[in-house]
């Protein structure tokens, strides 16, 4: 408290960073096993170190601050929740919800780490029964690992009496468990408590919290620049820059800068798909001697003489693709008026180009969440996003995932190979039929694009 006072009297910069490298792991710790989300933490992390920042001055010279930064923590914990919540799908937050009581019940071994995987979803809401005295005293005692004496300090009371509210908290605590099926003696709960309640915050977070805390209270000439720097704030600097710029003329220069990259994407993804077909082909050839090979390497050929027919298909459409896109170069780069406009079938090719551009990305980040999930398929884009595979939910040509329709529906394609998966997206041809845009998986992992007239999917 007396840095807090300091740091409130005089912006003190050194005062409040010796605050959050203080305590910065207690919170952390505690935001953690609330919503149990790494990310989700550090920004409740940084949300409870402003709070401090900006009620500094208001706070008590009684105030325990420990106890009060754990339960500023369960507040901000709360709400973040509570937002979370909002946004998720609901049958998600039930299996989740499922998933977790499943696990609760499976976790009967006695030893420490079992145990404290028992308690740890149970501790703050258990903590949170308890009177304001009794979970100071087991804040400083277990989280902090104070002294009788330090704990009698900061209770303002004698050190016989802080041992025995500490004891009495203890016991109250257990019984909570007991309600909650949760059956340990005092003894086993003090120890796993202390061993395992406050962990080592993630590196860099100290850095972060500091700047976030002193940027929101105006501390510090650089504290502004340096919280920006390190936030999401990054991001709506971009789109504010981004509206800005509305003049034809730029317009025109980033169609023509986008055409251009996507033509060297395609024509590598052309040169690399033509190597393909070649191998393939020549391999595909050998089949008409089956006697001289093994079977497996028979029967291995067939598949891969099987997959030529789509690779060529895939190197026809990227093909046309490539054609097109040298039109609409050619186009854009004969304009000699900025206020120009590209026309509306090829603003339809170019919107075509980035939802397979997108469906590609789809694809490969798909294949790698099976990869790591033992050939189990996501089954949503949220499940993919959320597992790190996806690394983006926003695309070229203002795509985003509500674009695409993911399908889980076994179907079979041309060749007549079972789709795991499926991902289509319409679009609307001006003034002629529509077409769909459609991805899959097959169940030999094989991926495919292909563009259909609507109707004939």
Not at 40 to 56: D, G, M
Not at 162 to 173: G, I, P, T, W
Not at 322 to 341: F, H
Not at 389 to 399: H, P, V, Y
Request: cysteine-free; overall charge neutral.
């Amino acid at each position: 408290m007396t840095l807090v006072r300091e740091f409130a009297a005089n912006q003190s910069e050194p005062a409040f960073a010796a605050l959050v490298e203080r305590h910065i792991a207690l919170v952390h710790s505690a935001a953690l096993r609330q919503v149990g989300d790494a990310h989700l933490a550090e920004e409740i992390t940084q949300a409870v170190f402003i709070i401090l920042a900006r009620k500094a001055a208001s706070l008590g010279s009684k105030i325990v601050l420990s106890a009060w930064l754990y339960r500023t923590t369960r507040y901000a914990a709360a709400d973040a929740l509570r937002a979370r919540r909002r946004r998720q799908n609901r049958e998600q937050l039930a299996y989740q919800l499922d998933a977790m009581n499943a696990d609760d019940l499976s976790r009967q071994s006695e030893t420490a780490a079992d145990v404290w995987t028992q308690l740890a979803p149970l501790l703050d809401d258990a903590l949170a029964e308890l009177g304001e005295t009794d979970r100071t005293a087991l804040v400083l005692r277990f989280f902090e690992n104070k002294t009788a004496r330090e704990i009698a300090g900061a209770l303002r009371m004698e050190e016989a009496a802080a041992q025995k509210r500490v004891a009495r908290a203890l016991e109250k605590l257990r019984a909570i468990f007991v309600k909650r099926g949760v059956t340990l003696t005092a003894t086993v709960i003090a120890g796993v408590v202390a061993a395992n309640s406050v962990q080592a915050a993630p590196a860099g977070l100290v850095v972060t919290v500091k700047a976030a805390a002193l940027a929101a209270t105006g501390t510090g000439a650089f504290a502004l620049f340096q919280f920006m720097t390190m936030s999401k704030l990054k991001l709506g600097i971009s789109a504010l820059v981004v509206a800005g710029a509305t003049t034809a003329f730029v317009v025109q220069h980033q169609v023509q800068t986008k055409l251009r990259e996507e033509n060297e994407s395609l024509t590598q993804q052309l040169a690399r798909l033509q190597s393909d077909n070649k191998s393939l082909s020549s391999l595909a050839a050998q089949t008409n001697k089956p006697a001289s090979l093994p079977n497996d390497q028979f029967n291995e050929l067939l598949r891969l003489r099987g997959e030529v027919g789509m690779l060529r298909q895939q190197t026809n459409e990227l093909g046309r693709f490539r054609q097109e896109n040298r039109k609409l170069l050619s186009q854009v780069a004969a304009q000699s008026e900025p206020t120009n406009q590209v026309s509306a079938e090829d603003q339809f090719t170019l919107r075509q180009t980035h939802v397979v551009d997108a469906m590609t990305t789809l694809l490969n980040a798909i294949k790698n969440y099976a990869a790591k999930h033992n050939g189990q398929y996501p089954g949503s884009f949220d499940q993919l996003t959320a597992s790190g595979d996806l690394g983006t939910s926003n695309f070229a040509g203002n795509l985003g995932l509500g674009d695409f329709e993911f399908m889980k529906d076994g179907a079979v394609d041309q060749q007549g190979n079972k789709v795991i998966l499926r991902i289509r997206v319409p679009l609307q041809r001006p003034d002629r039929a529509s077409v769909m845009v459609l991805g899959g998986i097959n169940d030999d992992g094989v991926t495919h694009t292909e563009i259909t007239n609507v109707g004939s999917e």
